[in-house]
T-cell receptor, first 113, second 113 residues
Framework: GAVVSQHPSWVICKSGTSVKIECRSL??????MFWYRQFPKQSLMLMAT?????????EQGVEKDKFLINHASLTLSTLTVTSAHPEDSSFYIC?????????FGPGTRLLVL | AQSVTQLDSHVSVSEGTPVLLRCNYS??????LFWYVQHPNKGLQLLLK??????LVKGINGFEAEFKKSETSFHLTKPSAHMSDAAEYFC???????????FGIGTKLQVIP
């Protein structure tokens, strides 16, 4: 139980385009989901906390207009990277809370050319 | 302040020998503590968790950890390392239910055949 999926697992896009990443809790409902970014050989950096039915809470330094988060249902949160640039290339990981435990998705590798 | 310290960024062990990955925490509240494992280009998989029940916690793949409040530690151990254990391990703390968690920097475990 407690499975979180992400789609796509890999995405390559041109600079200036937008990319949407989906995060789904498959067998439980999650009021709260989190979006992280991970740089090579580093720990996860929290980007934002996504609450179902309300606006996301962004961490300091994260541009909310560039990283759009929507949590429209208890099983789905989406992260849209708008007008992507090469510096946005990274590994993006979501998690969903079940009680005190966060369950993580498999991650999405984004490469912006 | 809430913090998690993983004392070793790299640990190298021979296959079949014990594994010890160290984690210390600082929290103003009674924390929940977790160990996750991350294989390359993958998400984080929950190994085990401590949530104020038994202080010795058994997880998947033969791992276990002991919560020691007096030492503010939550070290991860395994009696005998397997090649498949080679990965990055994160110690994570939740100090407040549905709130965001605190990550350690990660420990890369290398298993030598």
């Amino acid at each position: 139980g407690a499975v979180v999926s992400q789609h796509p697992s890999w995405v390559i896009c041109k600079s200036g385009t937008s990319v949407k990443i989906e995060c789904r809790s498959l067998d439980f409902q999650a009021t709260t989901m989190f979006w992280y970014r991970q740089f090579p050989k580093q720990s996860l950096m929290l980007m934002a906390t996504s609450n179902e039915g309300s606006k996301a809470t962004y961490e300091q330094g994260v541009e909310k207009d560039k990283f759009l988060i929507n949590h429209a249902s208890l099983t789905l949160s989406t992260l849209t990277v708008t007008s992507a640039h090469p510096e946005d290339s990274s590994f993006y990981i979501c998690s969903a809370s079940l009680g005190e435990t966060q369950y993580f998705g498999p991650g999405t590798r984004l490469l912006v050319l | 302040a809430q913090s998690v310290t993983q004392l070793d960024s790299h640990v190298s062990v021979s296959e079949g020998t014990p594994v010890l990955l160290r984690c210390n925490y600082s929290s103003s509240y009674s924390p929940s503590l977790f160990w996750y494992v991350q294989h390359p280009n993958k998400g984080l998989q929950l190994l085990l968790k401590y949530t104020s029940a038994a202080t010795l916690v058994k997880g998947i793949n033969g791992f276990e950890a002991e919560f020691k409040k007096s030492e503010t530690s939550f070290h991860l151990t395994k009696p005998s390392a397997h090649m498949s254990d080679a990965a990055e391990y994160f110690c994570v703390m939740n100090s407040g239910g549905y709130q965001k968690v605190t990550f350690g920097i990660g420990t890369k475990l290398q298993v030598i055949p």
